[in-house]
């Protein structure tokens, strides 16, 4: 039996040099122990670097869930700045937010007609950058384009195909928005507003994980195919995670607009 038992120990260096090829140790860590994954030993290894924590992503398998990836940003800083990263893709669901908050309200305001974009001869603008937009009533807003009279038949055409349900009148340089009652088509109008700029927010957010991936498949030649592997999972992650946000924040916006 002691002879059986003596045999066993070497078994778990054995098995961390199985499960983690191509890895290097970080300095003072166990054996065995990958340099990337700061959190996956606990064998009294000093934690040197701040590591970032990501939710667990659900895998397809009912009961089941995907590793966290807890990569080290400094070990990989030359490769690509997971922090800018995390930024772009913070700003894009910023983005979101102030979008729901300015446009897409049942509550009027002047702002509501700040995002058309109206296109001219010189290119495109914001309505409110040639127009001074102002609300005569509630039931009425009002662009002035006499700064730029030329715009006013590009502005009007803007203003219907928008999508926000609104027939302005135009006198002269003046262009009147008639506000439409807070109807439950109208609702409905402003929830399919709320999704469709949703999705719009999606598609930048797989730019910005397309932009990343590429840029740590440029240092395939520099690091081993295990790290650009775990820098993948972990930019896809961070993805997933700023989609569910993007989800959160449509649900609370549907549920405001529809009751």
Same mark, same amino acid.
């Not at 932009?211 to 395939?220: F, M, T």
């Given at each position: ?5 003596? +045999?066993?120990?070497?078994?778990p260096? =054995? =098995? ?5 090829? @191509?890895?290097?140790?970080?300095? +003072?860590a166990?054996?065995?122990c990958?340099? =990337?994954?700061?959190? +996956? ?10 590591s970032?924590?990501?939710?667990t992503?659900k895998?397809? @398998? ?6 966290? &990836? $807890? *990569?080290?940003?400094?070990l !990989? ?8 990263? $995390?930024?772009?893709?913070?700003? &894009? ?9 300015? $446009?897409?309200? &049942?509550?009027?305001?002047? @702002? ?6 109206v ?8 309505l $409110? ?12 807003l ?7 009279? %030329? ?7 803007? *203003?219907?195909?928008? @999508? ?5 009148? &135009?006198?002269?340089?003046v *262009? ?7 109807t439950?088509?109208?609702r409905?109008?402003l ?35 295990d790290t650009?592997?775990?820098? %993948?999972?972990?930019?896809?992650q961070?993805?997933?995670?700023? !989609? ?6 449509l ?7 529809? +009751?």
């Amino acid at each position: 039996m002691a002879l059986a038992l003596r +045999g066993l120990r070497p078994l778990p260096s =054995l =098995l961390h040099r199985s499960l983690f090829p @191509g890895t290097r140790a970080l300095p +003072g860590a166990p054996r065995g122990c990958p340099a =990337l994954l700061l959190g +996956g030993c606990r064998q009294g290894a000093p934690q040197v670097l701040l590591s970032r924590q990501l939710a667990t992503k659900k895998a397809k @398998g009912k009961g089941q869930s995907q590793a966290k &990836v $807890n *990569i080290s940003a400094a070990l !990989v800083e030359d490769i690509i700045s997971l922090e800018e990263t $995390n930024e772009d893709m913070q700003a &894009v669901i910023e983005a979101l937010k102030e979008d729901f908050s300015r $446009n897409i309200s &049942v509550r009027t305001s002047p @702002g509501a007609l700040d995002h058309i974009t109206v296109v001219t001869k010189d290119g495109k603008f914001p309505l $409110n950058q040639l127009g001074q937009i102002s609300q005569k009533s509630p039931q009425l807003l009002v662009v002035n384009m006499t700064s730029f009279p %030329e715009s006013t038949a590009a502005a009007l055409k803007a *203003i219907r195909e928008s @999508g926000m349900n609104l027939n302005p009148e &135009v006198d002269g340089t003046v *262009i009147r928005v008639p506000v439409p009652k807070v109807t439950r088509e109208h609702r409905e109008n402003l929830a399919k507003l709320a999704k469709q700029s949703t999705n719009k927010s999606k598609e930048a957010l797989r730019k910005v994980r397309s932009k990343s991936i590429n840029q740590v498949k440029k240092s395939k030649s520099k690091v081993s195919e295990d790290t650009i592997r775990l820098l %993948e999972k972990q930019i896809q992650q961070m993805a997933d995670e700023a !989609v569910a946000e993007m989800d959160k924040l449509l649900a609370a916006k549907t549920k405001e607009l529809l +009751g």
